[in-house]
């Protein structure tokens, strides 16, 4: 009986100790999810909304070609950026581990990754503009080199602008979990494979990324839902030539269409938890980071 005692003690324990943050999110994430959710079930005439139960804020989103359209743009962009700061990630992870043996000096080069992150998000991204303009600095370059004859418009407000503004911002959030899963792995382990006669790529492909895609999943869900969540950089970087899911949304708050952004909204989360459950399928982060 005591040992019982005991057990329902230490667990109404464990219960008392994670209340405060379960609460806590509850009040934060919760409940504004709920209500986000009942919005989206709502109706409006642009000025006034009705608490009457529809569903034509989600048939008018996925019936609308431009909506749909929008939803492939952005999966589009957050897999062009996924895929590209995966390999940065991984290379600048690769050489700080196998190639920086000094320990202070690792963590040294990691924190100059971090210095472009000690101003704003915004002036880092519009800094890019006078960089790539037609009359920037890259252009005058290029045309001085004789590489081409005009300035290249392709640079600036376009797709390629806006996809480097993201590599530009979120490479970090790649490489600092490459980093501390590659940074576990056992040099024994290396020298091992090597006595054993296999090849660089052998050891990378069949080693070092497996033993690395912790890191790797956890980078992809960060850098993926910052991705999939933003508009500033879409309206920016493209001047206005290109859109997301979430410019949408908030022309059709500014318009006073709350519904239809909620609507929007609660399918872009579900969108996101596929895209994270998927990533979660491949890699057990619960068990890697267990070990």
């Known amino acids: 009986m005591s040992s019982r005692s005991n057990s329902a003690g230490g667990r109404f324990s464990s219960y008392l100790q994670v209340a405060p943050m379960a609460l806590l999110m509850f009040t934060l994430v919760g409940i504004p999810l709920v209500i ?13 909304i009705y608490r009457e139960f529809t569903w034509s804020n989600y048939a008018s989103v996925l019936n609308s070609p431009v909506t749909l359209a929008l939803f492939i743009k952005t999966i589009k962009f957050a897999l062009i950026t996924l895929i590209i700061t995966t390999i940065i990630g991984f290379t600048c992870s690769y050489f700080l581990v196998f190639y920086v043996r000094n320990l202070k000096l690792q963590i040294g080069l990691l924190l100059v990754c971090t210095i472009p992150f000690w101003t704003s998000d915004v002036i ?8 790539l303009g037609r009359e920037g600095i890259f252009n005058s370059i290029l045309m001085r080199l004789g590489l081409i004859s005009h300035p290249l418009s392709v640079l600036l407000y376009s797709d390629f602008s806006v996809v480097l503004a993201y590599v530009y911002l979120f490479t970090l959030f790649m490489i600092v979990p490459i980093f501390n899963s590659m940074s576990k792995i056992n040099p024994n382990i290396i020298e091992a494979a090597r006595d054993a006669g296999a090849s660089k790529w052998m050891i990378l492909t069949n080693l070092i990324v497996p033993l690395c895609k912790t890191g ?14 933003d508009f500033f950089v879409v309206n920016v970087m493209s001047g206005g030539q290109s859109a997301s899911v979430v410019s949408a949304m908030k022309n059709n708050i500014d318009q006073l269409y709350y519904p239809q952004a909620a609507a929007m909204a609660i399918l872009l989360v579900v969108l996101v938890l596929l895209l994270v459950t998927a990533i979660l399928r491949v890699v057990d982060i619960r068990r890697e980071l267990a070990r």
């Open 36 to 48: 986000v959710v009942l919005l989206s079930f709502w109706q409006t005439d642009g000025i006034t």
């Open 124 to 131: 880092r991204m519009v800094s890019w503009i006078p960089f």
């Open 216 to 229: 790797i999943a956890l980078g992809s869900i960060f850098v993926v839902t910052l991705v999939m969540g």
